[in-house]
């Protein structure tokens, strides 16, 4: 099999989890350190799936990459390749496809429950989830909902949690793939954007940092549903 192009944004946003559940089902992948100054490929060939990290920056600001990187989901959209999005990586996608990104009305920081919107929709991707689902964040910005795609997640500070495009592609503003050690180093990096913040939605590091091993063991439950459903697409 072709390997999955993973776009790192960030040298501290790195696939976590998602690297993890493609090593254990012997799926080959390949960063692309844009923070590093890795160039953006030119087309897909030797590519069976995209799957685009978070970042600290806005899909609308003026960077070399972001307009390669929006040509390349498009082609991958056109194309069949299965395009999967973590927060900014959701963003890139929603932009790539039409859609928008803006401020959310508020900052979220932590852990907050997700809630499905379409059971229908959802259901290849995270079951029959009964009640609500762990999710994590961190944004200050969310996306539209770009033409053709539903609407599967919401929260109750962000009405577009997850989408998804011809049951293959998926955009997530939130993050799925996070393992302690990530959350970790944001709590460290990002502590002085927490203590800033006035926004109901941002928890303090100490809170959490709680519980950490449990809380990221009922995440992953839920990542390998996502994560399952989204490389029965990949291209062999």
């Known amino acids: 099999m072709d390997p999955v192009l993973v776009f790192r944004h960030s040298p501290t946003e790195g696939p976590g989890y998602f690297a993890e559940f493609l090593d254990r089902h012997g799926i080959p992948w390949k ?65 790539a496809l039409g859609g928008s990104v803006q401020a959310n009305p508020v900052k979220e920081i932590g852990w907050g429950d997700l809630r499905v919107t379409d059971p229908d929709a959802a259901r290849p991707w995270v079951g029959d989830a009964a009640g609500p689902l762990p999710g994590f964040h961190w944004h200050g910005e969310t996306f539209s909902l770009p033409p053709g795609a539903v609407r599967i997640l919401d929260s109750a500070y962000c009405a577009n949690q997850a989408f998804v495009l011809d049951d293959r592609h998926l955009g997530m503003q939130c993050h799925v793939e996070m393992t302690p050690e990530l959350i970790a180093t944001w709590c460290d990096n990002g502590a002085d954007e927490i203590a800033a913040s006035s926004s109901p939605a941002v928890q303090a590091p100490a809170a959490i940092q709680a519980d950490m091993a449990a809380r990221t063991a009922a995440l992953h439950t839920l990542a390998d549903k996502i994560y399952s459903r989204w490389i029965q697409g990949l291209r062999q």
């Open 31 to 95: 960063l692309v350190r844009i923070d590093a100054g890795d160039a953006v490929p030119a087309n897909l060939n030797g590519v069976s799936g995209l799957a685009l990290m978070g970042g600290p920056m806005s899909v609308n600001d003026d960077l070399p990459w972001i307009p390669p990187v929006l040509a390349l989901i498009r082609a991958a959209v056109t194309a069949g390749v299965p395009v999967i999005g973590h927060c900014l990586g959701g963003q890139l996608l929603s932009k």
